[in-house]
């Protein structure tokens, strides 16, 4: 009895390792036709947020821009403010009785041509 167990082991383990071997995982033409389209969704996907992104920083830069515009307006309409509540000296150094100045004349160029 010893010898036929003996025997009948390997060769039951070699039928179990037959049957394990066998038994390998083999993707069928529907699951490879799904991760094709996964892997497409993906990139449409990836493409997408690219646009995205860019759109935003398009936005952003012309957000900062209106609001460089605004702050400006924003200076111009303070200073009229700041002008009108002083109405009717509104330029304070000035005299209108004052004669008038002339402004220096501009120097005369030289003959010589700069390099």
């Known amino acids: 009895m010893t010898t036929r167990f003996r025997l009948s082991m390997p060769t039951a383990l070699l039928g179990v390792a037959l049957v394990l071997a066998s038994c390998t995982c083999k993707i069928k033409e529907e699951q490879l036709s799904q991760i094709r389209q996964i892997r497409t969704q993906d990139k449409e996907t990836a493409a997408d947020i690219s646009k995205v992104e860019s759109d935003k920083a398009r936005a952003s830069g012309e957000l900062a821009s209106r609001q460089a515009e605004v702050r400006t307006c924003n200076d111009r309409l303070s200073f009229i403010q700041q002008k009108k509540s002083q109405w009717p000296n509104i ?18 160029p030289s003959g010589k041509p700069k390099k």
């Open 91 to 108: 330029w304070g150094d000035w005299d209108p009785n004052a004669p008038e100045v002339e402004p220096a004349p501009a120097p005369a």
